[in-house]
């Protein structure tokens, strides 16, 4: 915003926090930072394949299904990354002893699994018992619906009191100012960060709320029009999954687009509320590796200065 681009104009910075640090994503590289149990950051950069930065992550709805993997698949290599180096032990021999590959994606699969369970078949076996007990289908739907907007806020909230993942927020909170301070054409300094808030409109939490909310107007539509019981409403649970997240991320980008206007800004209030759960209020240290992860991925895409230009085109993902 302020300053003359160095690298590519009007780009977005995104990213995710992980296990003791920060992914950062940029227009076709991403970077990790990670915090080592002996006090050291351990960065790790690459270049991003084509299904990232291709075409169809410009085509309307279609870029929103792209960028819902993405931060999946994204997500879990860098997790997977930052568990290996934050999870590193010395032997009684002073070597290095990693964290081991098949115990993270083990856990990872169970941690899916339970997802499933809580989020998708919990909501609509609840309702199911009101369509046993005779009740309206307009309540059956509704109830289905209230249920997984509550276990959604409810899970965040109740993880949110786990130690580990109370960190795991604040480097998001990090992660949020960084990129603030970036926007603003500030110094990438713990000092310059530290002002900036730790909500951000772009916040993934965000997309995953819209999500939410949009998975309920759509299944409520879709239940009232369509009454084949049980088995029907599941499977268009799964069947309209894309559909919900290409039009989930095109209500995300008009948010940031005209977040200026009041009326759009009063929509996305909600979306900033809910990252109180989500972010924390980082220490300096774990600033320190956001700034290093962001700085990392400005390295790799030949950005000489983290005090250039931000923002408009790539992931409104952080």
Known sequence: MTN??????????????????????????????????????????????SLYTG?????????????LWETMALGMRALSFSSRVAMEEEDENGETTEFPESVFWGSMVLAMLFMVGVFFAGPILLANLLEMADAHRFVIVLVEG?????????????????????????????????IHAYEAGRPLTVAAVRPYP???????????????????????????????????????????????????????????????????????????????????VPDDSQIEVAIASFEATLEAAGVASATTTAFASAPPLD
């Not at 690298?7 to 990790?32: D, F, T």
């Not at 209230?146 to 786990?162: E, T």
């Not at 940031?256 to 979306?271: E, I, L, Q």
Request: hydrophobic share 50%; glycine share 10%.
């Open 4 to 49: 003359a681009p160095a690298g590519p104009a009007n780009v977005y910075y995104g990213g995710q926090a992980v296990l003791e640090g920060v992914m950062i994503r940029g227009p076709e590289h991403m970077a990790v930072a990670v915090r080592h149990p002996k006090g050291h950051i351990v960065r790790h950069s690459e270049k991003l394949g």
């Open 55 to 67: 075409r169809p992550r410009r085509i309307p709805l279609l870029r929103g299904i792209i960028v």
């Open 146 to 178: 209230i249920v997984r907007l509550g276990f959604f806020v409810g899970y965040i909230a109740l993880i949110g009191l786990i130690p580990d993942i109370r960190r795991v927020f604040q480097y998001h909170g990090a992660e949020h100012m960084t």
């Open 198 to 280: 730790k909500e951000h409109t772009r916040c993934g939490t965000s997309f995953l709320l819209v999500v939410v909310v949009v998975a309920l107007l759509t299944f409520f539509a879709f239940d009232l029009a369509v009454d084949r019981g049980i088995l029907v409403r599941t499977a268009s649970r799964i069947v309209f999954i894309p559909i919900i997240a290409g039009v989930s991320y095109e209500i995300l980008r008009i948010g940031a687009r005209f977040g200026g206007n009041w009326f759009v800004h009063a929509m996305f209030v909600p979306n900033l509320a809910l990252q109180a759960l989500t972010t924390k």
